[in-house]
């Protein structure tokens, strides 16, 4: 069992910035990759961004340019900088990792962002 605690989230104006950070704990398998999911009201649950043990990514097209993921290996963290904030980037968002061999994945709590226009 892997267990996510994510931070970071609120309330911004649009235009603002905000830093989610999510934090997994120890794991008998390695952690392959780790990446942020948000969902809307009404919505499904997206993928925002990803990367891999290696520091490969792929983002969400309305991410681009604009969101930058990136992890720390030996201390089992993912963040996710958002700059340019939109209305349409409020969401929850949630942090999600996939583990080496078995491909189990494991999900945060969620955090809340609100973007105001």
């Known amino acids: 069992q892997v267990h996510l605690v994510e931070s970071g989230g609120g309330l911004v104006q649009a235009g603002g910035s905000l830093r989610l950070s999510c934090t997994a704990s120890?794991?008998?398998?390695?952690?392959?990759?780790m990446g942020w999911y948000r969902q809307a009201p009404g919505k499904q649950r997206e993928l925002v961004a990803r990367i891999t043990r290696g520091g490969s990514t792929n983002y969400v097209d309305s991410a681009k340019g604009r969101f930058a993921i990136s992890r720390d290996n030996a201390k089992n963290t993912v963040s996710l900088q958002m700059n340019s904030l939109k209305p349409e980037d409020t969401a929850v968002y949630y942090c999600?990792?996939?583990?080496?061999?078995?491909?189990?994945?494991?999900w945060g709590q969620g955090t809340q962002v609100t973007v105001s226009s």
């Open positions: 999600n990792v996939v583990l080496d061999y078995v491909g189990t994945a494991y």
């Open positions: 120890s794991s008998i398998f390695s952690i392959n990759t």
